[in-house]
């Protein structure tokens, strides 16, 4: 039997909280299940926030219905997710859903299982795609509610940082896609449509399946890693596999046939040198003068020439050593199956899994591959060229320049391959940042407005 998708608007309470000098007053409907037959209650659940204030104005709920709705993913290292009230954030500064109220917008924040989860008799719930599909069954849940739920469900903005990230990039490409259908119905989502409005992603660790090559297309030849107590230098089979991986890029790029910002075909040679690369400088550049025009100092780094005290040129190569590599290869199917996204690939039986050939053919452990479909389903790459999903009009892509979780090629390849099917991409490289997500609320909020009024 199926549990009831019906919102009860009397269920809430009322809260107060102040953080540096800002102040909310907000209604929070919490801990709402988004599944008519959810296999984990606690994290196939919704919390949604709006402004109390619009409650206690004459034509507050008459303004409502035209209020954006902020849908921040809370999922990290593809681990599940639960909804997260405005609030601090670790470092005690307000988080994005906080700064979403501050601006007047209907925060509905969801959770979503992820990898790791079992169910009681020890069957693993949250391996792929089950965190894409929980989404859009929170979104379709709103929709399905669309003339009681506070917001306008036609304007729906997802946020979410790495792995969030991914998911945001995921719900903004795959829109209403059949390929999720089993999937949704299977855990009683609601018969409505589930694409969104924008999308804002934050170091998307996404296009997972050729991560790997694109990770040692940027860093083969670094063979020290720095990630923490984990820091060291790649063995020679890791450096064997690295010059492997690398080789695999060219055609992978090529084959995508991307035009960049000026119209200039971006490809690259076997030698991984080619437009790609220098389109990918002129955003690293770009950013290094964003940082030189606020006031950062850029002249220790003497890989940058400048002029005047701007950056007009890079060297590669330098660049790289500065940015240093974290991960060994390969960086994301590992061949002994370590990695999160091993662990994202797995099925309810078994707990890792590789998801490229590469890693397949060399696997350490006699891996065995993901489900063709499980992959696909979890790469947004698959599906900005289909028709049949529908996609954001709108997305923000956040890397910061500094963030060696994955390649900037990822990235970028995301970027152009959005813009060339029209869609609106505001990109940028933000200098110094490492992986990290909501860094930069004034300009996210700035951008939503802008995007919303269109
Ligand atoms: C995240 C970071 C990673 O380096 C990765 O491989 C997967 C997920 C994260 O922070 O979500």
Same mark, same amino acid.
Request: glycine share 8%; charged share 25%.
């Given at each position: 039997m199926s549990i009831s998708l019906k919102f009860h608007e009397e269920n809430y309470t009322i809260r107060e909280i102040s953080i540096l000098d800002k102040h909310i007053k907000y209604r929070a409907f919490e801990n709402i299940v988004y599944a008519g037959k959810p296999v984990d209650r606690e994290h196939q659940s919704l919390s949604i926030f709006v402004p109390e204030w619009y409650y206690e104005e004459a034509d507050g709920k008459e303004q409502l219905k035209k209020v954006p709705v902020f849908f921040p993913n809370?999922? $990290? $290292?593809y681990m599940p997710g639960l909804p997260e009230p405005p609030g601090p954030n670790r470092s005690g500064e307000p988080n994005a859903s906080f700064y979403a109220i501050l601006n007047g917008y209907v925060v509905v924040s969801p959770g979503a299982r992820g990898r790791g989860l079992k169910d009681e008799k020890g069957a693993f719930i949250g391996n792929a795609p089950a965190c894409i599909v929980d989404l859009k069954a929170a979104i379709r849940y709103l929709k399905h509610n669309r003339d009681q739920i506070p917001g306008d469900v036609d304007k729906i903005i997802s946020n979410g940082t790495s792995a969030g990230g991914a998911l945001s990039a995921l719900l903004g490409t795959t829109g209403n896609h059949p390929d999720y259908e089993p999937y949704l119905e299977e855990i009683g989502a609601a018969e409505e449509t589930d694409d969104v409005y924008a999308a804002s992603c934050y170091c998307p660790i996404t296009n997972l399946e050729h991560a790997d090559m694109a990770y040692e297309w940027e860093f083969c030849g670094f063979d020290d890693y720095y990630w923490g107590e984990k820091s060291g230098v790649m063995s020679e089979e890791q450096k064997k596999l690295s010059a492997m991986e690398k080789l695999l890029f060219p055609s992978y790029l090529n084959s995508l046939k991307l035009v960049g910002d000026s119209g200039r075909q971006l490809t690259l040679k076997e030698d991984g040198n080619g437009s790609f690369k220098e389109y990918i400088a002129e955003y690293v550049l770009k950013s290094a003068d964003r940082a030189a025009e606020c006031g950062t100092d850029l002249e220790a780094l003497t890989w940058l020439t400048m002029e005047n005290g701007r950056p007009? $040129?890079?060297?590669w190569d330098s660049f790289i050593k500065y940015r240093t590599r974290m991960k060994t290869a390969p960086a994301f199917d590992d061949v002994h199956l370590a990695t999160p996204e091993n662990e994202l690939f797995g099925s309810s039986d078994t707990e890792r899994r590789h998801f490229t050939s590469f890693s397949l053919k060399h696997s350490a452990v006699s891996g065995k591959m993901a489900d063709e479909v499980q992959i696909r389903q979890m790469n947004p790459m698959n599906y900005i060229q289909d028709p049949i999903a529908k996609k954001a009009k709108y997305f923000r892509i956040r890397h910061g320049a500094a963030d060696r979780d994955t390649s900037l090629a990822i990235s970028a390849i995301l970027t152009a391959g959005l813009r060339n099917e029209g869609f609106s991409v505001d990109y940028h490289l933000p200098w110094g940042v490492p992986h990290a997500g909501d860094y930069d609320p004034e300009e996210l909020f700035n951008w939503i407005k802008t995007v919303c009024k269109k």
């Amino acid at each position: 039997m199926s549990i009831s998708l019906k919102f009860h608007e009397e269920n809430y309470t009322i809260r107060e909280i102040s953080i540096l000098d800002k102040h909310i007053k907000y209604r929070a409907f919490e801990n709402i299940v988004y599944a008519g037959k959810p296999v984990d209650r606690e994290h196939q659940s919704l919390s949604i926030f709006v402004p109390e204030w619009y409650y206690e104005e004459a034509d507050g709920k008459e303004q409502l219905k035209k209020v954006p709705v902020f849908f921040p993913n809370t999922v $990290g $290292g593809y681990m599940p997710g639960l909804p997260e009230p405005p609030g601090p954030n670790r470092s005690g500064e307000p988080n994005a859903s906080f700064y979403a109220i501050l601006n007047g917008y209907v925060v509905v924040s969801p959770g979503a299982r992820g990898r790791g989860l079992k169910d009681e008799k020890g069957a693993f719930i949250g391996n792929a795609p089950a965190c894409i599909v929980d989404l859009k069954a929170a979104i379709r849940y709103l929709k399905h509610n669309r003339d009681q739920i506070p917001g306008d469900v036609d304007k729906i903005i997802s946020n979410g940082t790495s792995a969030g990230g991914a998911l945001s990039a995921l719900l903004g490409t795959t829109g209403n896609h059949p390929d999720y259908e089993p999937y949704l119905e299977e855990i009683g989502a609601a018969e409505e449509t589930d694409d969104v409005y924008a999308a804002s992603c934050y170091c998307p660790i996404t296009n997972l399946e050729h991560a790997d090559m694109a990770y040692e297309w940027e860093f083969c030849g670094f063979d020290d890693y720095y990630w923490g107590e984990k820091s060291g230098v790649m063995s020679e089979e890791q450096k064997k596999l690295s010059a492997m991986e690398k080789l695999l890029f060219p055609s992978y790029l090529n084959s995508l046939k991307l035009v960049g910002d000026s119209g200039r075909q971006l490809t690259l040679k076997e030698d991984g040198n080619g437009s790609f690369k220098e389109y990918i400088a002129e955003y690293v550049l770009k950013s290094a003068d964003r940082a030189a025009e606020c006031g950062t100092d850029l002249e220790a780094l003497t890989w940058l020439t400048m002029e005047n005290g701007r950056p007009v $040129g890079l060297d590669w190569d330098s660049f790289i050593k500065y940015r240093t590599r974290m991960k060994t290869a390969p960086a994301f199917d590992d061949v002994h199956l370590a990695t999160p996204e091993n662990e994202l690939f797995g099925s309810s039986d078994t707990e890792r899994r590789h998801f490229t050939s590469f890693s397949l053919k060399h696997s350490a452990v006699s891996g065995k591959m993901a489900d063709e479909v499980q992959i696909r389903q979890m790469n947004p790459m698959n599906y900005i060229q289909d028709p049949i999903a529908k996609k954001a009009k709108y997305f923000r892509i956040r890397h910061g320049a500094a963030d060696r979780d994955t390649s900037l090629a990822i990235s970028a390849i995301l970027t152009a391959g959005l813009r060339n099917e029209g869609f609106s991409v505001d990109y940028h490289l933000p200098w110094g940042v490492p992986h990290a997500g909501d860094y930069d609320p004034e300009e996210l909020f700035n951008w939503i407005k802008t995007v919303c009024k269109k």
